[in-house]
């Protein structure tokens, strides 16, 4: 198709970017980290959301060298942080069922000089249901190299909790589609209680997804999560910019 050209040519031509949305306390707004988010506008056909390119570049062969790609650019921004900040980055379904993935984001890793310990991945529920076996391997490997691993878009996949007990996560990120209706729908508040309630129990920290509302904040607040993210604190800005954020903190 045209969009598997235009992609094709912009791994090669360097074009597809990063960009970095703010992970912060919900206490005080302090970034903690950045998740680094795909993106990519081609000449002709404007902007294409990765929620696109992603699953293309996946299933015409190609989404391991548009992630080595990725996260080197993400890396390399990373390194220059200070220290106490942490990369999230987002692996795709393909690299989960890829008994190859752990070796090769060492390697990207490595060669950049980041430190595993300050790199998180996310991965899906969807994505570990593929083939449990491999993705639970997958997962283990990571975090014996020190690379945390957290659940991400949590409560939409089509998996059973008990998954949270077979991988060795680090974390849980609340779906946006719960943190969207937490003011306006009780049982969107109850699972997100549900969840934080869970999450301590099985000592595993939580994110919470899309907060666009300061009363979405203070009612995440009063349920007991301690970090967000959204476009209340800042959508994916650039390197430079989110290097200004940070600045501006210190
Ligand atoms: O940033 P945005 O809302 O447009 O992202 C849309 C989807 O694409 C989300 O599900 C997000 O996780 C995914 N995505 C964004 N960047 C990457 C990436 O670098 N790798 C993978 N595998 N998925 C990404
Ligand atoms: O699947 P994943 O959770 O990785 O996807 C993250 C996506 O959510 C990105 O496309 C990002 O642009 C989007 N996003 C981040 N914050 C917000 C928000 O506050 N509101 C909405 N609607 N989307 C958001
Ligand atoms: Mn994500
Ligand atoms: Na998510």
Redo the contacts with the bound molecule.
Sequence with gaps: TQVEQALRRAIIADEVSVHF?PIVNLADGAIQGFEA?ARWTDRELGSISPGLFIPLAEERGFIDSLTETLLKKAAETAKHWPSDLFLSF?LSSAQLVDPATAFNVLAVINRVGFDPRRLEL?ITETAMMTDPEVAAKVVNELRSVGIRVSL??FGTGQSSLGRLRDFAFNKV?ID?SFVSEITMDKSAEHIVRAILAMCEGLNLKVIA????TEEQAAKLRELGCKTG???LYGK?VDAATAMDLIEAQE
Excluded at 209 to 212: K, Q, Y
């Design positions: 949305q988010l987002n996310e991400d878009d990120k946006q997804e899309g907060i666009e993210q959204g476009w994916a």
